[in-house]
Structures are given as C-alpha cells and as structure tokens.
C-alpha cells in the first residue's frame, strides 16, 4: 500500500523555471526520501530528511519537512533538460525494528528545452 | 563502482511457467527489498530482509510469489505459475542498514502471455 502521495501527479515547465513537487504521507516517519527515475531506468537516491529536520539542501535540490501537516516539498530549481523525469517521495516509518520504504506514485516532469 | 545487478533485465514468459528472477546487492548492505512497478499500482513493496531474514512480505501474494536470500549476495523473487497479471517491472534494492537510502538495480521487465 502506499504510504506517500506526490502532487501534481504531472508537470510541464520550461527549462530554467523552477519545479516544486509536493509529498504527503499518513503515518509517522523516521526519514521521508525522494527518488528520481528516468524512463526505463531503475530509480535513483537524491535527498533524506530526517523527521528532526526541517529543510535541507543538495545542489539545485531543496527539500522541506512539515511533520505536523505529514507532507513535504522538492523544489528543483533553475531546471534542465536533462532533469525530465519520474519524482517519487519515499517513507520509512517511525518506531518498530521494520525499516520498509514505502513509495508514492509519483510525479512525472517534463523540462522543455 | 558498487551497483545493484539484476538478472535477467527481460523476461518473457508463457502462463503457467515458473520465472525466478536474481538480484546481487551491494557488498556489505544488509538490506534488500523487493519491488513490483506497474502503470496501475505504482510500486509496491513485494518483500524485505534484514540480514538475510524476511521481514516483511505482506505486499508478496503468498500463494504463487516466493522470496529468499539463500547467501547475502543472493536474493531470489520466484513466481509459480507466473499468469498475465504478473506483468511488471521487478526492482531489487538494497541499502546498507535500516532507515537509510536505498539503492535500486536496473529492474527486470516481466512480460507473461
């Protein structure tokens, strides 16, 4: 079952704008991860947050936490070409010895050039 | 360059045959999960292990799905007898404890007729 639930499930831009994708789970995490995946590929590891964190950064990547509201953003900034593809938050939940990632279904970007 | 590797990356089948797909985690990671990736459902979690142990496959269907690590380079997702449903994409990943990131393989795209 999925645990998280990204919005918008797609979104066009134009190279150089900026992309913000949003994330909201129901259960209480111990970290929320976000996940890229180009067509046919196996998915890709970009940033972890830990429930204890609010914000955090990585190049043009910025993620951000709301443990209150259980939902979280990736803003892609100045975006490229090459960053059209699948966006998919993951959770792993708080308490218990599991550590199961649960995933979203995604948000699928296109960055025309 | 420390990767997940899958075998086969296609697969396809007739109705009815067994399919046994393999996957070889990264040295040292002694978390493996196993994921299924349709159009319809997203991914969903089929099984994960912790030091070779299962510990969770609620999301495997018990009857026909089966998952091992035999050693902890092998991890081992059979389906018998495989029907049309099955048609997906297979995503192993493995990470190096609990509650970290996780590393996916280039997946195996099951095709049953």
């Known amino acids: 079952s999925q645990q998280g639930e990204e919005d918008p499930q797609a979104l066009s831009i134009q190279e150089g704008e900026n992309a913000t994708m949003n994330c909201s789970y129901k259960t209480s995490i111990n970290n929320l991860q976000w996940y890229r995946q180009n067509s046919g590929r196996g998915l890709v590891h970009l940033i972890l947050i830990r429930s204890n964190e609010r914000e955090k950064h990585s190049g043009r990547l910025r993620v951000t936490l709301d443990t209150s509201k259980k939902s979280s953003s990736l803003l892609i900034t100045a975006s490229r070409a090459a960053d059209t593809a699948s966006y998919f938050c993951a959770t792993i939940r708080d308490g218990g010895s599991q550590g199961n990632l649960i995933f979203g279904k995604g948000t699928k970007l296109s960055v025309k050039p | 360059d420390a990767r997940v590797t899958q075998t086969p990356r296609h697969k396809v089948t007739e109705m009815g045959q067994e399919v046994t797909m393999r996957c070889q985690p990264i040295l040292g990671h002694n978390t493996v999960f196993w994921y299924r990736q349709t159009m319809m459902q997203g991914l969903e979690l089929l099984a994960y292990?912790?030091?070779?142990?299962?510990?969770?496959d609620s999301g495997m269907p018990k009857d026909r799905f089966s998952a091992e690590m035999p050693d902890a380079t092998l991890a081992t997702l059979k389906i018998q007898p495989s029907e049309p449903r099955d048609s997906a994409v297979y995503f192993c990943?493995?990470?190096?404890?609990?509650?970290?990131?996780?590393?996916f393989g280039q997946g195996t795209r099951l095709t049953v007729v």
């Open positions: 292990f912790r030091n070779r142990a299962p510990l969770d």
């Open positions: 990943a493995s990470g190096l404890h609990r509650n970290t990131e996780a590393f």
